[in-house]
């Protein structure tokens, strides 16, 4: 299979309506700080990138919040490697090509899928426990894949166990200095290179860290949306940043919906993970019909992208908000072990996963695009790296298999982290110095705006318009009514937390309106009801969106 053609470059007037920083950078008032390579999140990929630093290279990690709190952490279905002798990496390859609708790039998923097994065997001699039958890892099946091959823990907490042991390890790297609860406003950027980032430290006033390689790392951005599978502190702020300071931006219109997220009205969203259907669930609608039989011959095990079509299709037909997933005719003492993360949430509702039907819709899970990077991790920004699901790497193509995402975290973490690592010791004689930041001061404030309130307006905008299911005029209401948010939003200094995550929640879902606009076919997890085709004469190919500097 051939690789995708670059498409096109949707270059955005972004300056007439936002200023390249969200803050007012002042050097001789600021806090200066100063490191070799400069992690920017603390989940898998970042962690894994501060591992394959040089002990002599001083490295600082910026978490927005605790370490524990990632989209890594909350991963619930394992990691995907070949590790049954019956599998092939032929197999995996293929697997992942099959889903990823004719746009992965076959060179990056066949170097992920070959170094899966070596990064599963890293892990655990790291300290991670897997899942063990009769002394040998325990595997699993998911949607897409054609063997047994997800390696889970705790059941149905494989993220939980792999950062605990991943954060152990890395407070021992003694070159390692880790800030939690720091958010990155921006990159600094000087003479056209990356050279370090503004923060806020718990609040405070914005310091300048200045490094000499900058690796982005800071996950996804389900909280665009109403409908989430992610934590909180995924509200896109490492694609933001990255298009403010002038890094290509690729595949914005990909973001994949998980076709089974709990739905109890008035109840946070909760992730199903794809794992149960892989034990033998079945889907039913209002009306107890098994429906994905009208849908793929794959059934339930149909990649997500299917999965989630069928189940939006179906809740229009019945005219029900939800329908359900059922294992009551699965062993119950097996279920109840195996996924008894799940199990327990469920019963706080007075659910038992084991007999009761279980009500679920999609969500907003994983963003498959973000940065353009190369397979040296490296993006378009000189002197920025990045790694994970901030990345649109190639490997994922229009559509992410499953459990492949935990595997791209630490594989071109790894290669992210080499990299930098290579790129600060070349540049070892390079004097680490406060340097002229140009930078356009703010107009003058408008009158308070009601942050949540535009928070909540938008998210439901981006999940009405720009969800599973697409067409012309919803996508261009969703862009106008965005711009005219931006219009006033971005151009104030709105100095917290909450108003930079706004700022950023506007600046990625306006992107990601603009390519869902822009594409006129429907492919993987890009649906369009009023081009319900795959055109690979005109649409095989890559969509990259450019902030114009003028």
């Not at 300056?15 to 490191?35: M, Q, W």
């Not at 004719?102 to 170097?111: A, G, Y």
């Not at 535009?454 to 711009?483: C, F, K, P, S, Y």
Request: include cysteine.
């Amino acid at each position: 299979m051939s690789t995708p053609i670059l498409g096109q470059a949707l270059v955005y007037p972004w300056s007439a309506i936002a200023p390249r920083y969200l803050v007012p950078i002042e050097p001789k008032r600021s806090g200066h700080f100063f490191t070799d390579v400069l992690i920017i999140g603390g989940g898998l990929a970042g962690l894994r990138a501060a591992h394959e630093v040089d002990p002599s290279l001083h490295t600082m990690i910026l978490t927005k919040d605790k370490l524990e709190e990632s989209n890594s952490n909350y991963a619930q279905g394992g990691i995907a490697s070949v590790w049954d002798p019956e599998d092939r990496f032929d197999n995996h390859v293929q697997d992942t090509l099959t889903a990823g609708g004719d746009l992965c790039h076959p060179k990056v998923v066949e170097m992920v899928v070959r170094e899966a097994p070596d990064r599963v065997a890293e892990l655990i001699r790291w300290g991670t426990k897997f899942d063990e039958h009769d002394g040998q890892l325990a595997l699993g099946r998911e949607g897409g894949h054609s063997h047994q091959r997800i390696i889970h823990a705790l059941g149905d907490a494989t993220g939980k166990e792999i950062m605990r042991s991943m954060i152990d390890h890395t407070r021992q790297r003694r070159n390692v200095e880790i800030c939690e609860e720091t958010f990155t406003i921006d990159l600094l950027t000087h003479e056209g290179r990356c050279c370090g980032v503004v923060a806020s430290i718990r609040g405070g006033k914005p310091v300048l860290i200045w490094a000499k390689e900058t690796i982005l790392c800071t996950g996804g951005c389900g909280q665009v949306f109403r409908e989430s599978t992610n934590p909180r502190v995924a509200t896109g702020d490492g694609h933001a940043i990255a298009f403010r300071a002038g890094a290509a931006m690729r595949d914005m219109e990909f973001m994949q919906f998980h076709p089974t997220v709990l739905y109890i009205a008035g109840s946070s969203r909760t992730l199903i993970t794809e794992a149960v259907r892989g034990e033998g669930a079945h889907l039913l609608d209002a009306t107890g019909k098994r429906f994905m039989e009208d849908f793929d011959p794959r059934l339930e095990l149909a990649p997500r992208d299917v999965v989630s079509k069928a189940i939006v299709s179906q809740m229009e037909k019945t005219h029900t908000p939800c329908v359900y997933l059922t294992m009551k005719h699965l062993h119950a003492s097996h279920i109840r072990s195996r996924f008894p993360g799940i199990a327990k949430v469920c019963l706080g509702f007075g659910l038992d996963i084991a007999t009761d039907p279980i009500p679920v819709r999609p969500g907003a899970h994983y963003m498959i695009g973000g940065c353009n990077v190369m397979e040296r991790a490296e993006t378009t920004l000189p002197g920025l790296w990045a790694a994970g699901e901030v990345t649109s790497s190639g490997l994922h193509g229009a559509n992410r298999l499953a459990s492949n995402s935990l595997l791209e975290g630490l594989v071109f973490g790894a290669i992210a982290g080499r990299h930098a690592s290579e790129a600060a010791i070349q540049n070892s004689e390079t004097e680490l110095r406060v340097l002229p930041i140009q930078n356009a001061p703010k107009g003058e404030p408008f009158q308070p705006i009601d942050l949540a309130d535009i928070r909540n307006a938008v998210r439901a905008l981006m999940w009405r318009n720009v969800g599973v299911q697409r067409r012309e005029d919803r996508l261009t209401e969703a862009a106008h009514a965005i711009q005219q948010y931006c219009g006033y939003v971005l151009a104030q200094d709105l100095f917290s937390v909450d108003g930079w995550e706004l700022q950023n929640i506007l600046t990625v879902g306006l992107q990601m309106a603009t390519a869902a606009l822009a594409r006129t076919e429907s492919r993987g997890v890009h649906f369009r009801t009023d081009y319900p085709n795959v055109d690979n004469d005109k649409w095989r190919k890559h969509l990259e969106i450019h902030r114009d500097a003028n």
